[in-house]
């Protein structure tokens, strides 16, 4: 393979890794995907590579039929989790510690609360979706993925998107998003019980993920005075949790750093200027990609 081949095929190495952490949720295991699928390529012989008419539709191919078997064994995998599974956020860009040519494009279709919509999906839905109306891959070629006609692959996107109006809340500026994180922040620092009240949707809901590994609520925490109440009793346990503002997943959250040590992010979903969900990861195998400010 000549030179410009080779960096052809080596810079779709980004838009693999866009496909395939949106269709898992998971940094690690996008990557495992991108690392299987050149695998397969470098795998076939030169002339069998030479008759690939377009080798960036092939490996994105192949990534994407990789995603939908892990898509299909995740739900087996994630009943012996221990906890809730939260996907693994992503810090800002300007802040990742990961190579450039494996950084996430922050978008829409990855903040947190879309993600946790995706996890709601069957395999062929995720795929269907995120192919067709996010990377906008025409559904004749979604269908030769995920083994449909194109017919019904429109159907599996037109159920996808009904998911997805179903989570809808009215749009929130990143702008409220980060004075709410920031009241969210001082209040929580000044154990102001009351003011995270006022700051949490009454039916507010915080989902935290330690994976077994750390220690972490097993059930979601329901209402605004019982998060509020757990949270500040967190800060009288844990006095030396530095906690600052950062980007995760693209909108405005927090960090919760001990010793230099990253031990867990935040992401927030906002309705109507009150926060309606908290995802906490607290999971050390989810935090990888960040790094101390």
Not at 62 to 72: F, K, P
Not at 149 to 174: F, G, K, Y
Not at 215 to 229: H, L, N, W
Not at 256 to 276: C, S
């Amino acid at each position: 393979m000549s030179d410009q081949s080779l960096s052809a095929i080596m810079s779709e190495r980004r838009q693999l890794i866009n496909v395939a952490y949106r269709l898992l949720g998971s940094l690690v295991d996008a990557e495992d995907v991108v690392q299987d699928t050149y695998a397969r390529w470098y795998a076939m012989s030169p002339e069998e590579q030479q008759e690939i008419r377009s080798p960036g539709a092939w490996l994105t191919t192949v990534a994407s039929r990789i995603c939908l078997d892990l898509l299909g064994s995740a739900r087996a995998r994630r009943e012996k989790y221990v906890g809730e599974w939260i996907p693994e956020p992503l810090p800002g860009s300007e802040e990742s510690t990961v190579d450039p040519a494996d950084r996430i494009t922050l978008d829409e279709s990855v903040n947190m609360a879309f993600l946790v919509v995706l996890e709601s999906m069957t395999p062929a839905e995720r795929v269907t979706f995120v192919l067709h109306d996010v990377f906008r891959y025409p559904f004749k070629e979604v269908a030769e993925i995920v083994g449909r006609t194109p017919a019904a692959c429109r159907q599996l996107a037109t159920s996808a998107r009904r998911r997805i109006r179903a989570a809808e809340a009215p749009v929130v500026t990143t702008a409220q998003k980060a004075d709410i994180v920031r009241d969210f922040k001082r209040a929580w620092e000044a154990k102001d019980i009351n003011a995270l009240i006022g700051l949490l949707d009454p039916d507010a809901v915080s989902i935290a993920d330690g994976g077994g590994i750390v220690p972490a609520f097993i059930d979601p925490i329901e209402g605004a005075e019982r998060i509020a109440t757990l949270l500040v009793d967190l800060a009288g346990r844990a006095p030396d949790l530095h906690f600052s503002e950062r980007t995760v997943n693209g909108q405005p959250g927090l960090v919760a750093e001990r010793a230099g040590e990253i031990a867990a992010v935040y992401a927030f979903d906002v309705v109507d200027n009150r926060i309606k969900h908290l995802w906490i990861v607290r999971n050390p195998e989810k935090l990888g990609p960040w790094k101390t400010a």
